[in-house]
């Protein structure tokens, strides 16, 4: 028989724990049940958050890429791709403005590449440590000696999609590479004093309901710090141009349980969200969330950042009224997180 989500059998399953089965009747819930799993996502969050959410600014740095993953638009074979590596004094310049806006956490991303090599992204972190800022790094594998080098610089978290956990799926999307590797590899950031975040992107071609609460448990065993979920959106010059969007209202449903099951992760809002449903990102406050990031890559290369096409670039005037919105005050990570 079907469990029938309301808030007695939530608060159940919040004291007793979560298992496949309920973590499966989540993700498969009616509209009315998602609203009550809303609810008490929002609860969880603040209970230990408070009322609170922060924002952190993100810089594209490179898009030069040395992995084939067939729904990427960055993706090796793309013949057609222009790449960048941006300088560093702009990158530092960027990271100012950020601070000067009242942001204080810095997310460095790139596509998976040599191209900026790691004293290079040594000194991009230490200078713009030095400036009091939380550094975030999304730069792909590389060497543990590189994670090193970049923790002694200031860098202090590390996100690491793993993308599925759907071992024959992530072969599939990414080809030359093992889901077992990129769990080795999150385990190893944690071995060196990073804070992980990871998650899925959901909507994949031959995604299942079930992976994806495979996807749940693998975050629970990582002890991640960050979480979270991005819907699948096709990119032009891939292999899966012409597949359908994920499901957003089950990517909702997704955070949701990600609140309700890791309860003290920090959840973003991301911009697959705002692209694929008016007030997106407002939903996922909604459905538990507590990060927006601000997206300060160059508008002149940002297209060229292509994870999907025709992307949302979230604004600063755009992420702080979505906070409003959803009844929260902005503050900082570090004060979120009381550091």
């Known amino acids: 028989m079907a469990a029938i989500i309301d808030r007695t059998w939530i608060d159940r399953k919040l004291d007793n724990g979560f298992d496949r089965e309920d973590l499966e009747a989540i993700l498969r819930a009616t509209p009315a049940e998602a609203e ?9 969050r603040d209970e230990i958050f408070g009322r609170k959410a922060f ?4 810089i594209e740095f490179a898009n030069t890429c040395r992995c084939s993953c067939i729904y990427c638009g960055m993706r090796t074979e793309n013949a057609d791709a222009v790449r960048f590596t941006l300088e560093p004094d702009e990158i530092v310049a960027i990271a100012r403005r950020a ?36 550094v975030l790094l999304c730069v792909g594998v590389h060497r543990p000696e590189d994670l090193d080098m970049w923790y002694e610089a200031g860098a202090r978290k590390f996100i690491l999609k793993h993308e599925t956990a759907d071992a024959a799926l992530f072969a599939e999307m990414k080809p030359g590479f093992t889901l077992s ?20 992107l ?19 065993e990582l002890d991640v710090e960050m979480s979270s979920v991005s819907v699948f959106l096709p990119a032009k010059g891939t292999p899966l141009e012409g597949y359908p969007v994920g499901d957003v209202d089950l990517a909702l449903r997704f955070i949701a349980a990600m609140r309700l099951y890791l309860k003290d992760t920090l959840i973003p809002a991301t911009s697959t969200f705002e692209r694929l449903m008016e007030g997106g990102q407002l939903r996922c ?8 990031t601000v997206n300060m890559t160059p508008p002149r290369l940002r297209d060229d950042y292509e994870l999907y096409s025709d992307r949302f670039y979230v604004g600063l005037d ?15 990570e570090a004060e979120l997180l009381e550091l």
């Open 55 to 58: 924002i952190r600014a993100v």
């Open 36 to 44: 009550e799993l809303f609810s008490a996502a929002r609860r969880v």
């Open 318 to 332: 755009h992420a702080r009224k979505t906070i409003r919105d959803a009844g929260l005050q902005e503050t900082t």
């Open 285 to 292: 406050f909604d459905a538990g969330a507590n990060v927006i």
């Open 202 to 220: 959901l909507g994949l071609p031959g995604q299942t309901v079930e992976s994806l609460v495979d996807d749940l448990i693998l975050l629970k």
């Open 181 to 200: 590797d990129r769990i080795e590899w999150l385990r190893i950031l944690k071995e060196h004093r990073y804070e992980i975040g990871s998650g899925p």
């Open 99 to 134: 601070l000067d806006n009242g942001i204080r956490t810095f997310f460095l991303q790139a596509a998976e590449s040599e191209e900026y090599n790691a004293d290079w992204l040594t000194s991009v972190i230490g200078r713009i440590s030095s400036m009091g800022m939380m």
